[in-house]
């Protein structure tokens, strides 16, 4: 809130959110029951006398016209506190306001003129971030398992796009090589060819110690 003082006239800027109930501030002083007295809120800058497209009039006691239900005197009048209250305000609110506190005598009336900012609301497009890992076990192991971990993180921007991380994990099993030695078969026919072989050179022998004798 910024606020300069001049002799008759002030400046003011307020500024509030879609929605909210917005106050702008106006008081004067009232010393005694005869110290209270009429006073307008009008929109654009106070004019030289009244208020320009008034919205609340008051006679210092209650008020007497109204041009909404969304522009109110919530505040106690005969203490001279007539500040704006702008119920559930829009952005249409937002321009220039004027407070006119009207003091008898010639060019006595106390003007404040007031800048209402009205802003959007605040919207948070927070998106979470998952993180997802796989595990699954080689195909023909003798235990076949799979299981997923999904976490979610808080979102640090509205800028930041999800991420998505896939770890895929290969068990291999090695097979073992094995070799086993077979018992060498036995041939009864060889033994039979050697019987038969020595037999015969005896009979050779033999033979030729006949021839010789």
Not at 90 to 95: L, N, Q, T
Request: glycine share 6%; proline share 5%.
């Amino acid at each position: 809130i910024f606020l300069s003082t001049g002799s008759t006239v002030s400046e003011l800027v307020v500024i509030g959110e879609v929605g909210q109930d917005i106050t702008v501030p106006c008081h004067y002083n009232v010393r005694d029951r005869n110290g209270v007295t009429s006073m307008c809120w009008g929109r654009e800058r106070c004019p030289s006398s009244k208020c320009f497209q008034p919205i609340i009039w008051t006679d210092g006691w209650r008020v007497t016209e109204q041009h909404s239900s969304r522009y109110q005197l919530k505040g106690n009048l005969q203490r001279g506190d007539v500040s704006l209250t702008i119920v559930n305000a829009r952005e249409s609110d937002s321009g220039t306001y004027c407070c006119r506190v009207e003091i008898p005598g010639w060019f006595n009336d106390q003007r404040i003129n007031h800048k209402v900012v009205v802003k959007k609301a605040r919207i948070s497009t927070a998106s979470p971030h998952t993180l997802t890992s796989e595990q699954t076990s080689a195909p023909g192991s003798t235990s076949e398992s799979s299981s997923t971990v999904t976490r979610t993180w808080p979102s640090v921007s509205a800028s930041e796009a999800p991420q998505t991380v896939s770890i895929n994990l290969a068990v291999a099993h090695l097979d073992r090589n094995t070799s086993v030695s077979l018992p060498s078969q036995q041939h009864p026919e060889r033994g039979l060819y050697a019987g038969i072989a020595s037999c015969a050179a005896l009979l050779i022998i033999l033979i030729l110690a006949l021839f010789l004798t």
